[in-house]
């Protein structure tokens, strides 16, 4: 198996999961065909200069996107994997518990 991507942004800041990144790049599709690279450019073309919330990391270090495109051709909700040096983080979110945690919120403080 190929040696996961560093979780590191394009200036070499630390990411995890529930980051809020925005994404500076599109990945290289040139070994895509088809339909499904004209899909995928599409929607990497939309995602350049927005900000978005990294879901996961996967075993081979793509960050994990998920996010909604609400008009044109390519409306529709949308996950997509990419890769960290094509992001640059912004924050992390306040409250938030990355999936796949082990933090758990206990009844008690979502009754608070």
Do not use: C
Request: aromatic fraction near 6%.
């Amino acid at each position: 198996m190929a040696r996961p991507l560093p979780q590191v942004d394009i200036t070499g800041v630390s990411l995890s999961a529930g980051d809020l990144v925005r994404i500076v790049g599109a990945p290289d599709l040139s070994e895509m065909s088809g339909e499904s690279r004209t899909e995928s450019e599409a929607v990497f073309g939309y995602l350049i200069g927005k900000y978005k919330i990294i879901r996961e990391f996967d075993p081979l270090g793509l960050a994990w996107l998920e996010f909604t495109i609400k008009s044109g051709p390519n409306a529709g909700w949308h996950s997509v994997g990419i890769e960290p040096s094509l992001l640059r983080r912004r924050r992390r979110i306040a409250g938030t518990i990355a999936p796949n945690s082990s933090l758990k919120r206990t009844n008690q403080s979502l009754r608070d």
